[in-house]
């Protein structure tokens, strides 16, 4: 049974940090692409960062426009887990933040960690 457990959310200030993690089980971990997602109130689920597995190409990043500088996506494939690193957050990154996993022709997500940035 695949299943993807987001931890680390929270509220916090702005210009603060926050580390999401996703620790994943049930499918190949080390041959997933791994993605966070985020999806804001009335807005659509947005790409926040990915990563590539080991083959296709080596761990390359990925991110989007509006977090680029700011977050940082890594994997742990001894522990199965994908890990965002948040930094100088914004109240406009208030979200639910998702793990996806994409192995073959299957794609995975996890239930979300809810992330608050607000004064």
């Known amino acids: 049974q695949v299943q993807l457990v987001e931890s680390g959310g929270g509220l916090v200030q702005p210009g603060g940090s926050l580390r999401l993690s996703c620790l994943a089980s049930?499918?190949?971990?080390?041959?997933?692409?791994m993605s966070w997602y985020r999806q804001s109130p009335g807005k659509e689920r947005e790409l926040v960062a990915s990563?590539?597995?080991?083959?296709?190409?080596?761990?390359?990043?990925n991110y989007g426009d509006a977090v680029k500088g700011r977050f940082f996506i890594s994997r742990d494939n001894s522990k199965n887990m994908v890990d965002l690193q948040m930094n100088f957050l914004q109240p406009e990154d208030t979200a639910v933040y998702y793990c996806?996993?994409?192995?073959?022709?299957?794609?995975?997500w996890g239930q979300g960690t809810p992330v608050t940035v607000s004064s």
């Open positions: 049930g499918f190949a971990f080390s041959y997933a692409s």
């Open positions: 990563i590539g597995y080991i083959e296709h190409p080596a761990l390359a990043t």
């Open positions: 996806k996993a994409r192995h073959e022709s299957s794609a995975y």
